[in-house]
């Protein structure tokens, strides 16, 4: 079966899911708005529920003044490896939404719907060339805060994208994670007919 950067798939699959990894080490290039916008492009084909499309990209690119606002939201340990991507991407979901009758009705499925969003955004650029590694790390209080973000909005990660550097640049404890990383097996998550896992 397909190989690809020391990972194995056990059954045929396409080679971007084993292609695409989240490393730390950035050049810090330049990416265009125009690059950009096309990782977005495929986030917005995501499929959500009812079409609510509760997906929310605040980005900065690298050079911009907006860079290190969106810097300073993450948590110490994405600092130190962020500071080099070409863009920072905060991603948030709608929580909710007010009916026609004034009625604040929670959207169940706002984080399931935007994960799907940022998987596409996520395979698009590895198609693209660059690399994305999303992070948990992120202040949401201070996220909310600094991008003006209303209520009924959830943060929910921020993004590094970034074109991949030699993990030499990067401190000797990150450098020595800077491999892409393997999963489960199969019969570990996937069940027949009945849940038999933990
Ligand atoms: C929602 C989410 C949050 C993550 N948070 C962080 C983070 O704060 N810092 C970090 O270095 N990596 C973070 N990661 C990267 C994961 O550790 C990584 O995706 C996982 O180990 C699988 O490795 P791979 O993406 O290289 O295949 C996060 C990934 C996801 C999807």
Same mark, same amino acid.
């Given at each position: 079966?397909?190989?690809?950067?020391?990972?194995?798939?056990?059954?045929?699959?396409?080679?971007?899911?084993?292609?695409?990894?989240?490393?730390?080490?950035?050049?810090?290039?330049? &990416?265009?708005?125009?690059?950009?916008? /096309?990782?977005?492009?495929?986030?917005?084909?995501?499929?959500?529920?009812?079409? &609510?499309?509760?997906?929310?990209?605040?980005?900065?690119?690298?050079?911009?003044?907006?860079? /290190?606002?969106?810097? =300073?939201?993450?948590? *110490?340990?994405?600092?130190?490896?962020?500071?080099?991507?070409?863009?920072?991407?905060?991603?948030?979901?709608?929580?909710?939404? !007010?009916?026609?009758?004034?009625?604040?009705?929670?959207?169940?499925?706002?984080?399931?719907?935007?994960? /799907?969003?940022?998987?596409?955004?996520?395979?698009?650029?590895?198609?693209?060339?660059?690399?994305?590694?999303?992070?948990?790390?992120?202040?949401?209080?201070?996220?909310?805060?600094?991008?003006?973000?209303?209520?009924?909005?959830?943060?929910?990660?921020?993004?590094? &994208?970034?074109?991949?550097?030699?993990?030499?640049?990067?401190? =000797?404890?990150?450098?020595?994670? *800077?491999?892409?990383?393997?999963?489960?097996? &199969?019969?570990?998550? !996937?069940? *027949?007919?009945?849940?038999?896992?933990?």
């Amino acid at each position: 079966m397909t190989e690809i950067n020391h990972r194995r798939a056990d059954h045929p699959i396409h080679s971007i899911f084993l292609e695409r990894w989240s490393p730390r080490a950035f050049t810090g290039e330049d &990416i265009s708005e125009k690059e950009l916008l /096309a990782l977005f492009e495929a986030a917005r084909w995501a499929p959500s529920a009812s079409n &609510i499309q509760p997906w929310r990209f605040v980005y900065a690119r690298r050079g911009t003044e907006h860079f /290190a606002s969106l810097l =300073d939201t993450l948590d *110490e340990g994405n600092r130190r490896w962020a500071k080099n991507a070409s863009a920072l991407v905060i991603i948030l979901s709608k929580t909710h939404r !007010v009916t026609s009758a004034g009625e604040v009705r929670p959207a169940y499925t706002h984080a399931f719907d935007t994960g /799907a969003a940022w998987f596409g955004l996520a395979l698009q650029t590895q198609l693209a060339g660059w690399h994305a590694h999303a992070m948990a790390g992120v202040d949401r209080d201070k996220a909310m805060r600094v991008l003006g973000v209303p209520e009924h909005f959830r943060v929910e990660a921020a993004v590094a &994208i970034g074109r991949i550097a030699d993990p030499s640049i990067l401190p =000797d404890d990150l450098r020595e994670r *800077e491999k892409p990383s393997q999963r489960k097996p &199969i019969n570990e998550f !996937v069940f *027949e007919g009945r849940f038999n896992g933990d």
